[in-house]
């Protein structure tokens, strides 16, 4: 079956504490991108990924690391979560960018 | 960079009535407008798109116009029933294949039965 894969679904960490949200797409897209979604505020870009070893800042990158060493993989890493960063976060892949994403299940991360 | 105002932020409809939701974008650039769907709970699915080189797009019950003068672009739709109710958001993009994707900051709509 054709999916984004996002673990973990839910996560509670405190702040300081560095933490990865992983990425796996088995379309053998080579756009990969991944937003935050807030209330109020829609979803907003965080990084993308145009193929192995492209990636690039979207609106909100602050606080924020990337990295595709392998076209399935694009994870997310947060190397000291403060709590303005908790959210729901997505993950998503397209086989042309920003054309038809497939959207992960999400991951709501709490940073207390 | 790119800016999508979306209207309403709300709205609520009789099952059967038509809905209708409006984004406006900044850049003149942008040329290609999709439209998200999310249930709740769930992730967003795209549900139509557009190009600036086509006015008008339709699906079975659901419609997206665009005015490249005026920048804006709206979903419609028609017949609406119970699944009909989500969170939609429309999004633009410099250009077909380009990964800059800005969303527009969405729209309940709630079918009442």
């Known amino acids: 079956e054709a999916q984004v894969t996002q673990n973990p679904r839910y996560l509670i960490t405190v702040t300081g504490k560095k933490l990865t949200v992983t990425c796996s797409q088995n379309m053998n897209h080579e756009y990969m991108s991944w937003y935050r979604q807030d209330p109020g505020l829609g979803l907003r870009q965080i990084y993308y990924s145009m193929n192995v070893e492209v990636t690039d800042k979207g609106d909100v990158p602050e606080g924020y690391k990337v990295s595709r060493k392998e076209k399935r993989n694009f994870p997310l890493i947060l190397e000291s979560p403060s709590p303005n960063q908790t959210s729901l976060y997505f993950c998503?892949?397209?086989?042309?960018?920003?054309?038809?994403?497939?959207f992960g299940s999400g991951t709501r991360l709490t940073v207390v | 960079g790119e800016n999508v105002e979306q209207h309403p932020s709300t709205l609520s409809v009789q099952e059967g009535d038509s809905a209708v939701i409006k984004c406006t974008y900044s850049?003149?650039?942008?040329?290609?407008f999709p439209w998200y769907k999310q249930e709740l709970g769930k992730r967003p699915q795209l549900i139509i798109d557009i190009r600036s080189n086509v006015g008008e797009k339709k699906d079975q019950r659901i419609a997206v116009t665009l005015n490249k003068t005026a920048k804006h672009f709206s979903l419609h739709i028609t017949e609406t029933q119970p699944e009909d109710s989500a969170v939609y958001f429309c999004?633009?993009?410099?250009?077909?294949?380009?990964?800059?994707?800005?969303f527009g900051t969405g729209t309940r709509l709630t079918i009442i039965p």
């Open positions: 998503a892949s397209s086989l042309v960018g920003g054309y038809g994403y497939t």
């Open positions: 850049d003149s650039a942008s040329n290609y």
């Open positions: 999004a633009a993009s410099y250009d077909f294949g380009n990964e800059k994707l800005t």
